[in-house]
């Protein structure tokens, strides 16, 4: 009984949540819309409406995943899905109510207390329900018996400490060798398992074994890896065989991407021409230096182009990237860093056809080489524009390990879509609630 009430517990904070958020939302609003607490055509409609919010946006901030991820990051996402749901419903049911001067109707400064009333209550909302939530998620899978497989000659700690901080333990069960003798055994006593650092073969070995034994089972993935995750079935008689389209763009792909990035640079230049002012106006009274930073970078086939940024680091030594904590990094910079306002001059490299607004992050020319004596695939991610915003930047840090950003970037090249740049581009606002997304790297890394 106590197991099946535990069970319970996560999807009914979930539900308990999103009821909480709609209840607010409409008994708040009902101080001006009275029938929104009454079965009329106002309600029917605003219910569907912030439902349907919900449901869009679900897919691209990750809907009430507690635990799962930081919990910062958590109930940043959980507050733009519901304030974004909050904005349209209170236009939508404002403009419905709306008498003839329509302006002065919809924007009341009671509909906009209410509005930001609701929000704030909504927030505090969010912020109990997601401790809760995290709590649950933790209590589940403190007895969860966990082994760590990996190649205890190579340097797995990050990821290690990543997963016990996930699950504020202390340490997982066991930590072993992937060479270790009677490996498929041991697996039989655990219900979950990690895999890092096993070479390919050995890994695959592992993984059967996991399935066979209807284990949970966590991998990282190598760069062959990234072939399947696109693949497609096709039947040829009765022999199934995946087909794996080209990595890169289709001319209608390319015209497509293209027409976006016009588009979406122009509004973002619009959106932010205050920027333009405001932080020329910092970087001056801050050191009197130079307003923008240009550097020569690589982009779709390696070809190199000038990349435009607000300076954020002393004119001195510009050549190398920013370490954590690095000196060279002005006061105006740490602003500008943190708040991402140094990337939107980017925009204007992006008219010019130079850069995407989603894709790869253009490294320095000087650096193309070193990378490829490493990872021979890196030449890969440049088979499309180097982008002001990718899938590395979203799911990784700034000093993510070559590796991983190559991987990442691999899968966004593999999966594109229209669909996939506008989630990046939504999920890009969440990057500036991440404390690590702007951390400089550690030279002690290995990459």
């Known amino acids: ?9 996560m999807p009914l904070t979930k539900m308990g949540l999103f009821a909480s958020m709609l209840f607010v939302f409409f008994a708040t609003m009902a101080y001006k819309y009275y029938d929104m607490v009454s079965i009329s055509q106002t309600a029917v409609v605003a219910v569907i409406t912030y439902i349907a919010i919900n449901l869009m946006l679900f897919p691209i901030y990750g809907g009430y995943s507690f635990g799962t991820r930081d919990k910062q990051v958590t109930e940043s996402c959980i507050l733009v899905v519901t304030y974004i749901a909050d904005i349209v419903t209170a236009l939508q049911v404002a403009v ?3 008498s003839n001067n329509m302006m002065a109707s919809v924007l009341t400064l009671k509909g906009i207390g209410l509005l930001l009333g609701a929000m704030a209550i909504q927030g505090i909302l969010i912020l109990l329900f997601t401790n809760l939530g995290t709590s649950l998620y933790i209590r589940g899978r403190a007895n969860m018996k966990i082994l760590f497989i990996s190649d205890l000659q190579e340097d797995s700690e990050r990821l290690k400490d990543a997963l016990c901080r996930s699950l504020h333990r202390e340490s997982v069960d066991l930590v072993i060798d992937y060479r270790a003798e009677n490996l498929k ?7 979950t398992v990690f895999v890092s650092d096993v070479p390919y073969a050995k890994r695959q070995e592992l993984i059967e074994n996991a399935y066979r034994y209807n284990l949970n089972i966590f991998f990282t993935p190598e760069i062959c890896d990234i072939i399947g995750i696109s693949a497609e079935h096709r039947m040829y008689d009765d022999r199934l065989v995946l087909k794996s389209p080209k990595a890169e763009l289709s001319f209608f792909q390319r015209i497509i991407k293209r027409s976006w990035d016009i588009v979406v640079s122009l509004l973002a230049i619009i959106v932010f021409s205050p920027a333009f002012i405001i932080c020329p106006i910092i970087i001056k009274l801050d050191d009197g230096g130079d307003v923008f930073f240009r550097q020569e970078r690589a982009t779709k086939h390696g070809r190199p182009f000038k990349i435009l940024k607000f300076r954020t680091m002393k004119p001195s030594d510009e ?15 740490h602003f500008l860093r943190r708040t991402r306002l140094d990337e939107i001059p980017q925009f204007f490299n992006v008219l010019k056809g130079d850069m995407s607004v989603v894709g790869p992050r253009p490294e320095q020319i000087k650096y193309l080489h070193g990378f490829d004596q490493n990872y021979e695939e890196y030449e890969y991610r440049l088979r499309v524009k180097a982008g002001i915003t990718g899938h590395a930047q ?3 840090r700034y000093n993510t390990t070559n590796k991983e950003k190559l991987i990442l970037d691999l899968i966004y090249i593999q ?9 990046i581009v939504l999920q890009t606002i969440i990057v500036i609630f991440k404390d690590d997304s ?9 990459n």
Do not use: C, H
């Open 1 to 9: 009984m106590k197991n099946k009430v535990s069970r319970l517990a």
């Open 319 to 333: 050549t190398r990237p920013a370490a954590e904590n690095d000196d060279r990094i002005t006061k105006a910079g």
């Open 96 to 98: 419905v109510n709306a």
């Open 415 to 423: 999966n594109y879509s229209l669909w996939l740049d506008l989630k």
């Open 438 to 446: 702007t951390q400089g790297f550690d030279g002690n890394k290995k």
């Open 185 to 191: 055994e041991i697996m039989r006593e655990y219900e």
């Open 394 to 396: 979203i799911e990784g």
